[in-house]
C-alpha cells in the first residue's frame, strides 16, 4: 500500500512544484493546513506505514478541509494537492532516510545531509561519535 501511495504523492509534489505563481498561493495555503491536519492526527512521532493507513479513506475529510481553506479556488479541492501535503509530512516519518534517527550508543541524534556528506548533529562523522 505505502508503494502505490507513494507514487501518488509524489506526483501531486511534482504537480504542486509545476505550478505558476498565482495558482501555486492558494495549493500552498491548503498543503499547509493539510500538513497541520496530519499533524494533528498522527502527532510528530509516527512511520511511513501509519501515513499510509490514514491516506486510504482521507479523500473525505482532506476535501472538506480544501474547501474550507481555498472557498473559491476549486483546483486546491483536487485530490493532488491532499497527494501533496502527504508526501511533504512523509519527510518527517520516523523511518524515512531524511527523517531516520541514527542511534550511537545510548543516544539518538537526527543526521543532516549536506551535498554527498553525512554529519552528525553534533557535527562529527559517525565513526568519530562513541558506540
Do not use: K
Amino acid at each position: 500500500m505505502l508503494a502505490h501511495a507513494r507514487l501518488q504523492w509524489e506526483a501531486g509534489d511534482r504537480r504542486q512544484r509545476a505550478l505558476s505563481s498565482p495558482e501555486r498561493r492558494a495549493v500552498d495555503r491548503v498543503v499547509e493546513q493539510l500538513v497541520a491536519e496530519l499533524r494533528r492526527r498522527l502527532g510528530s512521532t509516527f512511520d511511513s506505514d501509519e501515513l499510509a493507513a490514514l491516506y486510504d479513506g482521507s479523500s473525505a475529510w482532506t476535501m472538506a478541509l480544501a474547501v474550507r481553506v481555498a472557498p473559491d479556488e476549486p483546483l486546491a479541492w483536487e485530490q493532488w494537492v491532499a497527494d501533496a501535503a502527504f508526501n511533504r509530512y512523509l519527510r518527517d516519518a520516523s523511518d524515512w532516510p531524511l527523517g531516520r534517527m541514527v542511534r550511537f550508543g545510548q543516544s539518538a541524534r537526527r543526521m543532516t545531509i549536506w551535498s554527498s556528506s553525512i554529519v552528525t548533529a553534533t557535527g562529527r562523522w559517525p565513526a568519530q561519535c562513541s558506540a
